[in-house]
């Protein structure tokens, strides 16, 4: 291969970019699993607030039904707690909605960074298959420079031949 300034080997510029796109890839998975065990673990407990409350709700049904007389503070207590479990419930619910628009968002993000670094890595194989193209070319010139040379050599020993 001729002194064309060409490498033996492919060296992508942005190299640096890439990795820094891998690396960014790869924090924002760690958070997106972060948020979504979050979310996770606030929809277990929505889930056990909303179990206590339906629980609270049929003991107080089966109370009812059964038809024995209930003490009017034990009724007013029973309604106070069961509004409190209410709020609870509604809380949960709130912090578990937050937890998703915190999921929606990283996946978002994520999406991104994953847009981002396979734009770069496309761009890398594009330009390593002109520097392929490049490197051929090369070849076959400097194949072509010592054909022709070879060729020329010959022309002049058959002239030189030609004219002993």
Request: charged fraction near 40%; charge should be positive.
């Amino acid at each position: 291969m001729s002194q064309s300034g060409k490498q033996k080997r492919f060296k992508y510029r942005l190299e640096s970019v890439l990795k820094a796109r891998e690396t960014k890839k790869k924090q924002q998975q760690a958070t997106l699993s972060k948020a979504q065990r979050i979310q996770a673990e606030e929809q277990r407990k929505e889930e056990e607030i909303k179990k206590f409350q339906a629980e609270k709700y049929m003991e107080l049904r089966t109370e009812l039904s059964a038809g024995e007389t209930v003490d009017f503070n034990s009724l007013i207590l029973r309604k106070t707690h069961l509004e409190r479990l209410a709020k609870a419930v509604d809380e949960q619910i709130e912090t578990r909605e937050k937890a998703d628009a915190v999921v929606q968002t990283e996946q978002e993000k994520l999406t991104y960074c994953t847009q981002a670094e396979k734009i770069i890595k496309k761009d890398k194989e594009n330009r390593r298959t002109l520097w392929k193209r490049a490197v051929q070319r090369e070849e076959i010139k400097t194949i072509d420079d010592i054909a022709s040379g070879q060729f020329v050599r010959k022309q002049q020993d058959q002239f030189i031949d030609e004219t002993d």
